[in-house]
């Protein structure tokens, strides 16, 4: 509108009004308009949901359906360990933001340019029931295809107890004939590889000592640990951290080792350690030299590796090789020949014997690795012998490196190496055990597809998945977690021929080098059908054949339990809503039904069960699972008291069973103890096909890898930074990133040393590129002594957007405006578990010009 028309317009109303009002000495004047009846504000319990460790409850206001506020849990009287709050972060406190984006998914849709362009065209919910379901009938009869290509791929952002992507697709897929699954996670893969490997199975990463524990101990040593930021609920491990040092009374002293000082330290601890990335197995190494060189291991330690652990001398890997040799079960015993006594851990460490042109892993050494002062580690290595009590935790992050399995390794050898596993106040090394709330969940079916993938390695799926063996790819027997059974023979005999996508975003924003995962999305000759059902507009749904949008948690009548790290206040949340689900969104568990309708597969699918039906079933189950609380009757009741809680009734002390009667309580690895030489990797390095500069090793070393500090192929081209992510608090992972609120109040930035800004010129707050082979960003930079030099950090879980005007970058590469971490990270799989390297990076940071 000109402004002329307007200044006429308002003119226009303004006398208008003046006119309604003119007849002052009529009673008219005096009488209040109608006005519409203001309903009250209806009051509903729901959930965040997200992949943060922590379902928080939320309290939502509504009016006429529509969210007016939300308000957290402020029930109780608050008694920390007795009936304490669950209180939700920003990012939960933000949902009725999140809820109403202008990016929501409001209607089913089709593609109809090509993929990643985000061309759709609305179609109606019978149509895209149809399409999917006759589509993926199609590949699971085609003989050359099969069940076996169609991926379910791997969605965390909504943690339902109910209607979860994990149920109701599986389910769904199930009934079609099964699907291929993956097993690990984005998140813990090295972690379940150096579990498996010395502890025997992968949920050992998450049952260390719990952190209640920590008021007995007297050392606290935290690699990667960083619970202020990654669980910082008001009931999570963040807040049980900050209590239990609270309540240490023997003068606890606290380390730290992290490439960046976090909020979990906020003047915690006593020492931060400013460690290089990817070199925490190095200084672990410096530290046990000198444990061993001082005498203390002999004297302190040696009777209890003696019972308990194998591999530290020869002596016990000869004994070792010999019982292995004659167990019943020919796998097991299979393992025997791979067993090299020579190769022990203390000759590896002590650089003698087989070692000895490789030297001893001394301070000296490791200083010029790691970047720690010798002064420092010498007084670590003390603090850790003098401790009656250490608390040791390795935090997920240092997992999450091309050697990270090695690593979180090292740490829990570390913590074995102490001699004081089992005792009150001490950990393995492991993440803290959590007390959890279990809930009952709608049955899936059995799955014909016996197999399973790496989670990580999808993407190479689409293009080579015929040719995944287990001895060269990690493909494993569905639903194991240790290596007692064999896996090298598995195969896939398909390419992954179509992606299930629902609630999450590593289709392309969460899995590495997005421009080249975007490139094999784009080539429709791969993967043939795409499905994304969601609630946004993700970079990730960019890339979908058929948009299916889900109604959010909120308008969701359901149930979630606390997650998985929600700390030692465990809940549930009986979730209802008064909201209407904006546009067509519908819930998972109905489109499933939608689909399987299409199907001819309707009455298989929901056996006649309404969602509420379901609910009322799996509610009666739970509460069975839980004699003591005291339960209302109904599914519907339980909707409208909300939140259970109940706080952990007892501490929870890190093998403890095991060190008490090793005999009656066997560690699942193939020795039956604790491995610091892993007979499983032993066998692995002798009989798998590894990716070139990879590396499986029996014991835990550091190893330089790609992209690493000590990787100078990638310093000669002129990559002389280090890139580390990391988890921001204004988001969980990329959920949460459409919120404007939380752009605002978390800033996304790359965060630079001032040292290494002064040396290219850059300042506080200027516009950077940051770039190398694969891809380039634009982001501002935080000038900080809070990152070690030589090393720049970025919150991870920003959303892939290349610049719409195909600005290139010094890479080659179309600009990544929306500063997607994954645009820079490499695609290569772990050498064990083939898992997520995404922290070993190295780039180059340019001022834009």
């Known amino acids: 509108m000109e402004r002329r028309n307007f200044l006429k317009m308002s003119a226009a109303l303004g006398a208008a009004a003046t006119v309604s009002g003119c007849n002052s000495s009529s009673k008219d004047a005096n009488v209040v308009p109608p006005q519409p009846p203001v309903s009250e504000e209806q009051l509903n319990w729901s959930a965040c949901l997200v992949n943060c460790g922590s379902n928080c409850p939320v309290k939502v206001y509504s009016r006429d359906g529509v969210i007016t506020r939300i308000e957290s849990d402020h029930e109780t009287t608050d008694e920390y360990g007795v009936n304490h709050q669950i209180r939700c972060c920003p990012r939960g406190r933000s949902l009725r933001q999140r809820t109403y984006a202008t990016d929501r998914l409001r209607q089913p849709m089709k593609r109809v340019g090509a993929r990643g362009e985000g061309k759709f065209v609305p179609v109606s919910w019978d149509e895209a029931y149809a399409a999917i379901g006759s589509k993926l ?372 924003n969460q899995h590495s080098d997005s421009n080249g995962t975007a490139e094999i999305l784009r080539d429709e000759s791969l993967c043939e059908l795409i499905v994304v059902c969601d609630c946004w507009m993700t970079p990730s749904a960019m890339f979908a054949d058929y948009l299916l949008p889900d109604s959010t948690w909120l308008e969701s009548n359901d149930f979630a339990n606390d997650s998985y790290a929600s700390g030692q206040m465990a809940y549930a949340t009986f979730m209802s809503s008064a909201l209407k689900p904006l546009g067509e969104s519908r819930s998972m568990y109905d489109i499933c039904t939608g689909i399987a309708k299409a199907m001819g597969k309707e009455q298989q699918y929901t056996e006649g069960k309404t969602s509420q039906q379901w609910c009322e079933e799996l509610y009666q189950q739970t509460k069975a699972m839980h004699p003591d609380i005291e339960w209302p009757a109904s599914y519907a009741e339980a909707q409208q008291t909300g939140v259970f809680r109940k706080y952990m009734p007892a501490s929870s002390v890190a093998l403890k069973s095991y060190i008490d009667d090793p005999v009656a309580n066997p560690r699942p690895t193939v020795s039956g103890k604790i491995e610091l030489y892993s007979l499983s990797l032993a066998r692995k390095a002798a009989t798998w096909t590894l990716r070139e500069g990879d590396e499986i090793t029996a014991l835990p070393k550091y190893t330089v890898t790609w992209d690493g500090y000590q990787d100078q192929q990638a310093i000669d081209k002129g990559y002389d930074l280090q890139l580390c992510g990391f988890h921001t608090k204004g988001r969980t992972h990329s959920s949460y990133h459409n919120v404007p609120w939380l752009r605002e109040a978390v800033e996304d930035a790359v965060w630079m040393n001032p040292a290494d800004a002064a040396q290219r010129n850059i300042a506080d707050g200027d516009l950077v590129l940051v770039y190398n082979d694969r891809g380039t960003i634009e982001m501002p930079v935080r000038v900080t002594p809070r990152v070690v030099p030589g090393v720049c950090a970025m919150g991870q879980g920003a959303w892939y957007k290349p610049d719409p005007s195909g600005n290139k970058g010094p890479s080659g590469h179309t600009v990544d405006l929306g500063g997607c971490i994954n645009t820079l990270t490499k695609y290569h799989p772990s050498p064990v578990t083939k898992g997520n390297p995404q922290h070993t990076n190295r780039v180059a940071v340019v001022k834009k010009g």
């Not at 650089?351 to 580690?377: N, S």
């Open 137 to 508: 009938q199609q590949i699971a009869q085609d003989q050359s295809k099969g069940p076996e290509s169609i991926y379910m791929h791997y969605g965390t952002g909504a943690y339902y107890g109910f209607a979860a992507n994990t149920n109701t697709w599986g389910r769904l897929l199930n009934i079609n004939g099964g699907f291929l699954n993956h097993h690990w996670d984005y998140s813990w893969a090295g972690a379940y590889a150096a579990c498996i490997a010395t502890y025997g199975d992968q949920w050992d990463s998450i049952a260390g000592t719990t952190l209640d524990q920590i008021a007995k101990s007297d050392l606290f040593v935290g690699f990667g640990f960083n619970p202020n930021e990654i669980r910082m609920s008001g009931s999570g491990e963040g807040y049980d951290f900050i209590k239990a040092l609270e309540s240490n009374t023997r003068n606890i002293k606290v380390w730290m080792v992290e490439p960046r000082y976090t909020d979990s330290m906020r003047g915690n601890e006593d020492h931060w350690l400013p460690v290089r990335p990817g070199t925490d197995a190095a200084l672990v190494e410096a530290i046990i030299h000198e444990m061993i060189r001082s005498g203390y291991v002999t004297a302190k330690v040696q009777g209890f590796l003696d019972k308990y652990v194998v591999g530290f001398d020869k002596a016990s890997l000869v004994n070792a090789k010999a019982a292995v040799a004659l167990n019943a079960d020919p796998f097991i015993a299979s393992h025997a020949e791979f067993i090299d006594p020579d190769e022990n851990y203390h000759d590896y460490i002590m650089g003698v014997g087989k070692f000895a042109q490789q030297g001893p892993r001394d301070m000296t050494w490791a200083a010029g690795v790691c970047g720690i002062p010798e002064l420092k580690i010498k007084a670590l290595a003390d603090d850790i012998m003098n401790a009656s009590a250490p608390y040791i935790s390795a935090g997920a992050g240092i997992s999450r490196h091309a050697n990270g399995d090695q690593a979180t390794r090292a740490v829990y050898t570390l913590a074995i190496m102490t001699g004081k596993l089992g005792l009150e106040g001490v950990n393995n090394g492991a993440m803290p055990a959590s007390y959890s709330f279990a809930v009952a969940g709608m049955p899936t079916g059995s799955n014909p597809v016996d197999v399973t993938i790496p989670v990580f390695t999808w993407s190479e799926a689409i293009v080579r998945g015929q040719e995944f063996t287990g001895v060269r790819d990690g493909v494993r027997l569905a639903g194991s977690s240790n290596e007692l059974v064999d896996h090298n023979q598995t195969r896939l005999k398909s390419n992954i021929k179509a992606i299930i996508n629902c609630a999450g975003n590593a289709l392309v």
